[in-house]
């Protein structure tokens, strides 16, 4: 595609232009095992670049990528083929905080983890925290409505962003959103791009809403039995609606070996592990409180006594380096990423069993359980045979207990054909129309999300879907 | 348009149809001054029937309100002349309640009333408690992404609506939204229908979901003194993020007269009022947290002690009959309706106070401080022109402050002529391509909120616009 460009991308730019191999490489996947081949990386210097960037684009036919720390998990910023890379990174400044509103405008490069230090001197915190938190972006962050363990609290990202600038593919600039606390001014636009994978528009600016950060925050590890069955135990926690309680996650005993064999165990123990957090506003409350969860977990059998985790992001740094830790541990492998109504989580836990042991592939789980959120990952080439089977069994299970397809990380290229069967046609044909409207050229990030050709785009490069070695 | 019609409606629906006086007069108008003059009322008695009606209604031009309590107060559910406004209040039932996983599944018919008096026993409540909350409905709530006191806390109805049933405008049907508590699948389009006021679907169905109905709610009421400099009050609460503050609510000296001389006064004395609810899960607790906001306010120079008003519904109860004890007092007037970011509310109330003394017209203020919501009364014609002047002058000078035109009422006839002011050009391109999708034919609810002709339909009749007597 990019070969028929008559103006070079050079001239229609202010911002740097990359073409070099090191470059085209370091973008050319995400943490899935899929991998484009981008024809140049552009770092624009502003809006009005962007602005320019996405004229030369559908004037060139040209796809164009957004991209922050690339740690999306089904190839959501992995590149067309001849696509142009736009590398955000370099926006990563808070250009503005509000600490009695509590809320921050931001370049969307800047990262999840920056943006904490930069606004926890001031006693706030961004309530979303992926696994991802040390490295992802904020615009990655609201670009796939990334959640994380905190979520059963707080949301996920969708809930915390309250103004976006952007740039559409039409090429024309918004901003959305609105600084009042409060509005009531027809259908919710701001949401739309929350979510849309770069697929809509290019973000600019982002306007988050920031949490009063906790005074004492309580990580509780507690030793758990089989997979089957916790489902219950996160669900009654949930239902008790217990005061504080912030975070509802299981680990299992296979993922916690491996992430004990790299020196960050979760507990003492050889265990699958249920992690809660508490939290306080004084460290007497907040031990109370976590009595409260206790007394729960007794009345669901869990009688083992709960290991405290004093830091609590700590904690949360270990459960995030699950994945990198199987990474290291079993390399590519399936990834899924699923959730059901809370109170069927064990049917679903259940039936990926079941399906692991019918495939001879072993089954490494963690997840959200407190919202029924579950990530099972299957020690298998993701680019097999079984890899698919796998992957639809997953989703299938899910959409049959009342669920959904993706949980947290998004759609990108691997669910995609999976999006029509969870939302109906009616619902696909009005995310077409607003994809029409928004990129009529379908030249953002082509071949992701929408289940249609298209939402593919005019140009429709087809994924390339080859392995990384 | 209705004169139009080829086949009668009574043939293309199984649901009552009526078209005498009485039944057409009480849908004619909502709690704004606007009135409409509709050619039929119909009960729909199932989804297949909505269905059959909105086919109908595009063959045969004729434009569609669907219809709830009728207490919109910008026009919202005032019917074009000629429409057929889609009585729902009959859709009221529970159709399915998930105590452990907190939401309900209901009629968009029922009341919010009759859903919290539903939920209550099982220790639930649906947060958005609008001043209407008496006798509007959830499909209402939902039309509007209404809010009220408990926003302060809980946001706005968007936050608390999981899933909806509807047809589209187009004829077909859809489920938005997940059972799930989770989920990343793209631009949320649930969020598009909630607050659209029954411009591009008829919501057959909502999933709402539920909070833990506090232990113990004390309610407090505050005597403060003028209006300009409680703004600060209300923002340093707001900025000191109390736990357990829930509410944050003014009603100005000449409203809270009004309510006396009614019989039903906020506090003991002649007095502006703060209205603040503060939660516990225990009666101690509460009164601790209750201390630390009598705190923060004497912080704030407000020393006067607070009189707990021990029934905090009753308490929302009275502020929400301010709207009604001023139409009694007053006739119809400008009822106004817009918010700012919290930190610059006393700018908004001393320029509301300038333009009221400047056109010689008396002024009432109440409103959510605490998220710098605001509802100016007028005392003047609502038709006139110095109600469109101080109209025009209260929308202006909350948008100069970086607010908007709509806190919590939405848009109907009367604040369409501002919206693109707020939104900019590429805002509403984005709308009305939805717009577009989802009512082709431009029969749903006609003349509302789209500040464009398309977004008004195709048989765009005009705002009648006429005083009731």
Not at 33 to 56: E, F, K, M, N
Request: proline fraction near 8%; glycine fraction near 12%; hydrophobic fraction near 40%.
């Amino acid at each position: 595609v990019g070969g028929t460009a008559r103006t070079p991308l050079e001239q229609a730019v202010r911002g740097e232009v990359r073409r070099d191999r090191p470059t085209l490489e370091g973008v050319s996947g995400d943490a899935s095992h899929l991998t484009g081949r981008p024809s140049a990386v552009v770092r624009p210097v502003d809006d009005d670049d962007i602005v320019a960037l996405v004229r030369w684009a559908r004037t060139e036919s040209v796809p164009l990528v957004p991209r922050g720390a690339g740690t999306s998990l089904d190839g959501e910023s992995v590149p067309a083929d001849g696509a142009v890379v736009v590398d955000l990174t370099g926006w990563n400044r808070v250009l503005e905080l509000a600490t009695d509103e509590r809320w921050a405008r931001v370049g969307p490069g800047i990262g999840n983890f920056a943006l904490q230090e930069a606004v926890r001197p001031h006693g706030l915190f961004f309530p979303p925290n992926p696994g991802s938190w040390h490295r992802s972006t904020v615009g990655g962050n609201v670009a796939t409505n990334a959640s994380g363990p905190r979520s059963f609290r707080y949301g996920a990202a969708r809930s915390w962003v309250r103004a976006l600038a952007v740039v559409f593919g039409n090429g024309a600039r918004a901003r959305l959103g609105t600084r009042s606390a409060k509005r009531s001014l027809g259908p919710d636009l701001l949401s739309l791009v929350v979510g849309s994978e770069g697929t809509l528009a290019i973000v600019t600016e982002v306007t988050v809403r920031l949490a009063p950060l906790p005074a004492v925050r309580r990580g509780l590890v507690v030793p758990v039995g089989a997979t089957v069955g916790t489902g219950a135990i996160a669900a009654r926690l949930a239902g008790a609606a217990l005061e504080g309680l912030s975070a509802v996650e299981y680990v299992d005993r296979a993922t916690s070996r491996a992430l004990a064999d790299e020196g960050a165990p979760l507990g003492p123990a050889d265990s699958a592990w249920l992690l809660l957090e508490v939290e306080g506003p004084t460290a007497a409350e907040a031990e109370r409180r976590a009595a409260r969860v206790v007394a729960e977990l007794a009345a669901s059998g869990v009688t083992a006594p709960p290991q405290p985790f004093d830091d609590a992001d700590e904690m949360w740094t270990r459960r995030g380096e699950s994945g990198s830790a199987l990474d290291r541990r079993l390399g590519p492998r399936v990834r899924e990423d699923v959730a059901v109504p809370v109170g069927r989580t064990d049917e679903l836990l259940a039936e990926l069993e079941r399906a692991a042991a019918e495939e001879r592939v072993p089954l490494y789980v963690y997840g959200h359980l407190g919202e029924g959120s579950v990530h099972p990952n299957f020690a298998v080439d993701p680019a097999s045979p079984v890899a698919a089977r796998l992957r639809e069994r997953t989703v299938r299970a899910a959409l049959a207990l009342g669920g959904t397809i993706s949980g947290e990380h998004g759609i990108g290229r691997l669910k995609r054909p999976f999006v029509e069967e969870e939302l109906g046609p009616a619902a696909v044909g009005l995310l077409d129309a607003v994809k029409r409207w928004c990129d009529p050229d379908g030249i953002l990030n082509p071949g992701k999300l929408y289940p249609t050709p298209r939402g593919g785009g005019r140009s429709a490069p087809s994924p390339s879907g080859a392995a990384t070695p």
